[in-house]
C-alpha cells in the first residue's frame, strides 16, 4: 500500500523512521480494509522494539502492510497521528513488560515527555516535569507532579512500585530502590 508523505528526498543511505501518517494512493490486490484516499497512520513494523524489520518511513512514498495501519482520527492532523505509533507502543510495551497492575503505583520519569504523556494516561502515576509542565500532567490523570529542579527523586517521602524511565535518566534498572522499566539500552541486559 502506498501514501504520501511530503518530505524530500532523503540523503541517507539507510533512510530512517517508524511511524508514518498519509493518504493511501494505491492498494494491493489483498487489501481489504482500506482503500484510495483514505487518511492513515501506523508504524512500519508491528513491534518496533523488538527488532524491527523495517524502516523508512522517512519519504514521499513507502509500501506498509495493510494490517499496520489504521484510519486516522479526524480530530488528528497528518503531523500529530505521525507522533503517536511508536511513542504509544514504547508507553504501551513499557507496561506491559514490566508486569504492572492494577493498583500499583508508578513514578513517571519525563512525564511531560512523549512517551510520559501515554504512560500517565494508561496508568495511575506521579511523573517528575517542570512546575510549568504541572497542569498538563493533572490534565492527563498523573495524581502528583513532581518538580524534578527542585526536588530529589531519591528523597521522595512516596514509595512506588515501579518506575518507568522516559527520559533515559535512571541507571542500571532502579531507581530509589524499585524495579525501572527504561527506554534506554541496559547494559548487560537483552
Do not use: W
Not at 31 to 48: A, P, Q, T
Not at 144 to 163: C, M, R, S, V, W
Request: proline content about 4%.
Amino acid at each position: 500500500m502506498y501514501f504520501t508523505i511530503n518530505f524530500l528526498k532523503p540523503y541517507f543511505e539507510t533512510i530512517p523512521g517508524y511511524d508514518v501518517a498519509g493518504v493511501v494512493e494505491n492498494e494491493g490486490s489483498q487489501v481489504k480494509k482500506l482503500g484510495v484516499g483514505d487518511k492513515v497512520y501506523g508504524d512500519l513494523n508491528e513491534k518496533s522494539l523488538d527488532h524491527p524489520k523495517q524502516n523508512g518511513s522517512l519519504v514521499e512514498y513507502t509500501a506498509v502492510e495493510e494490517n499496520l495501519l489504521a484510519l486516522k482520527p479526524k480530530n488528528l492532523s497528518l503531523v500529530k497521528a505521525a507522533s503517536l505509533p511508536v511513542a504509544i507502543e514504547t508507553a504501551y510495551e513499557g507496561l506491559h513488560r514490566s508486569a504492572f497492575s492494577a493498583g500499583e503505583s508508578i513514578l513517571v520519569l519525563g512525564g511531560a515527555s512523549g512517551v510520559g504523556t501515554l504512560v500517565s494516561q494508561l496508568s495511575i502515576s506521579s511523573a517528575t516535569l517542570r512546575t510549568a509542565k504541572q497542569d498538563l500532567l493533572k490534565s492527563l490523570g498523573a495524581v502528583l507532579g513532581i518538580d524534578y529542579t527542585k526536588e530529589n527523586i531519591e528523597e521522595l517521602p512516596e514509595k512506588f512500585d515501579l518506575a518507568f524511565d522516559a527520559v533515559r535518566k535512571a541507571r542500571y534498572g532502579t531507581v530509589h530502590g524499585i524495579a525501572c522499566v527504561s527506554t534506554a539500552h541496559v547494559p548487560g541486559q537483552a
